[in-house]
């Protein structure tokens, strides 16, 4: 079992920054593809970023250019770099892998 657990989540207003991490422990015997999800009051879980094991991105349009996944995998640490954060990204944010889930980060942006 890989246990997984978010931090970097706070209160932010428009424009402003904020850096997630997610560190895995546990039985981690291979390197996964990692993600982060978001989830916001009333709406289902969504796809934020993705990388694979070799370092490849995937971001969803509503955040390409403003968020930056990246890894440490000496670490078994995934990062969310989210800059010029609007009040739509307010949401609780899991991390993803070796099919398990993070309990969540809540980020919230507002004035």
């Known amino acids: 079992q890989v246990q997984l657990v978010e931090s970097g989540g706070g209160l932010v207003q428009p424009g402003g920054s904020l850096r997630l991490s997610c560190a895995a422990s546990?039985?981690?015997?291979?390197?996964?593809?990692m993600g982060w999800y978001r989830q916001a009051p009333g709406k289902q879980r969504e796809l934020v970023a993705t990388i694979t094991s070799g370092g490849s991105r995937h971001y969803a349009d509503s955040v390409k250019g403003r968020f930056t996944i990246s890894r440490d995998n000496a670490k078994n640490t995934v990062y969310l770099q989210m800059n010029s954060l609007k009040p739509e990204d307010t949401a609780v944010y899991y991390c993803?892998?070796?099919?398990?889930w993070g309990q969540g980060t809540q980020v919230t942006v507002s004035s």
């Open positions: 993803n892998g070796w099919s398990n």
């Open positions: 546990g039985r981690i015997f291979t390197i996964s593809a």
